[in-house]
């Protein structure tokens, strides 16, 4: 039975070698074989994980005219913003996610030059007004979760016999969103999801959790087991992008969320997606004689522009 481990972060953050090897390894043997892992003691203030729930139920409460306010609304042309229920389209499901998105991503100053050439991803981003402090929450609580992903990164190299800073080259001005995800109560039925199973296309995502459980992920023997909420942890899950880098070593597995519960639901994925320019190829300790690499070289930012341009009617 495969099962969703706890890893401890704490011993990777003491900057120690041994305390940062078994981490790694512990994280390692986690990527290996499930795919998930929730991290504890992963050093992030509760006020910012507090803060940032706090900012998603503040957005989520304002009636619908103000959240469907077209200066704040996402489009097939501009990925960040409001995206309301029903907003994506599954030309395979007949019945649309029951879940809406706020998504952001670092503030870059308006004359940034990719902001400027308007076909990198990066764009501004697109705030409500009339929400005092809220812009600066979303802001602070991203530093926070991004600081987090740092660490995984060199965790995640070392796991893989790789210099430590391995992967920070293709980090240095990443397509990285952070989206504030609503999910309303909804009777259970057959084909009606949350967010519908699928695998995530970045590297790895970091999910922080409300105390409503719904996440659940797909184990090689097909079977559905629950990612609850525990306290004080993240929930880390590989993406497609770690995968085809690890020649599949490393599982991108598929999940969906389905609100059961009867309550409202609410959590905060942070999307760790590499740099426009990146083209990830099978990494030297992933591949040999008796293990050929499975895919070609992918460019991300075009790969990134596809994703975001089909996912709209």
């Known amino acids: 039975m495969e099962q969703v481990a706890t890893v401890d972060f704490a011993p990777f953050l003491s900057g120690?070698?041994?305390?940062?090897?078994?981490?790694?390894?512990?994280?390692?043997?986690?990527?290996?074989s499930i795919g998930f892992f929730y991290l504890a003691n992963h050093g992030m203030p509760?006020?910012?994980?507090d803060g940032i729930f706090a900012a998603a139920r503040r957005f989520f409460a304002l009636p619908l005219e103000r959240r469907m306010d077209p200066a704040i609304l996402i489009s097939p042309e501009h990925?960040?913003?409001?995206?309301?229920?029903?907003?994506?389209?599954y030309p395979d499901t007949a019945e649309p996610d029951r879940m809406e998105a706020f998504k952001y991503q670092r503030e870059l100053p308006p004359?940034?030059?990719?902001?400027?050439?308007?076909?990198?991803?990066?764009?501004?981003?697109?705030?409500?007004?009339?929400?005092?402090?809220?812009?600066?929450?979303l802001l602070g609580y991203f530093e926070a979760v991004d600081g987090v992903a740092m660490g995984l990164l060199?965790?995640?190299?070392?796991?893989?016999?790789?210099e430590e800073h391995y992967f920070r080259a293709f980090y240095r001005k990443p397509m990285t969103q952070v989206s504030l995800l609503h999910y309303p109560p909804a009777p259970p039925a057959e084909g009606l999801y949350g967010n519908r199973p699928h695998l995530d296309e970045t590297a790895f995502t970091i999910v922080l959790q409300d105390d409503v459980p719904g996440l659940?992920?797909?184990?090689?023997?097909?079977?559905?087991?629950?990612?609850?909420?525990?306290?004080?942890?993240?929930?880390?899950?590989?993406g497609d992008y770690?995968?085809?880098?690890?020649?599949?070593?490393?599982?991108?597995?598929?999940?969906?969320?389905?609100?059961?519960?009867?309550?409202?639901?609410?959590?905060?994925?942070?999307?760790?997606?590499p740099d426009f320019d990146t083209v990830i190829e099978c990494l030297p300790s992933c591949q040999g004689p008796g293990n050929p690499p499975k895919y070609p070289p992918l460019e991300v930012g075009p790969a990134i522009q596809r994703k975001f341009s089909g996912d709209y009617v």
């Open 16 to 32: 120690m070698p041994d305390g940062k090897r078994a981490t790694a390894d512990a994280i390692g043997a986690a990527c290996e």
């Open 46 to 49: 509760a006020a910012a994980t």
């Open 79 to 89: 990925s960040r913003g409001y995206q309301p229920v029903g907003a994506r389209f």
């Open 111 to 137: 004359d940034d030059p990719d902001n400027l050439a308007g076909d990198r991803i990066q764009q501004p981003n697109k705030w409500p007004e009339g929400l005092a402090g809220w812009r600066e929450s």
């Open 154 to 162: 060199r965790a995640f190299a070392l796991a893989l016999d790789l």
């Open 216 to 238: 659940e992920v797909e184990t090689a023997a097909g079977r559905w087991v629950d990612v609850p909420p525990i306290p004080g942890s993240i929930v880390i899950n590989i």
């Open 242 to 273: 770690m995968a085809r880098w690890t020649n599949d070593r490393y599982r991108s597995t598929r999940h969906r969320v389905v609100n059961r519960s009867g309550a409202e639901r609410y959590s905060v994925p942070y999307f760790a997606i």
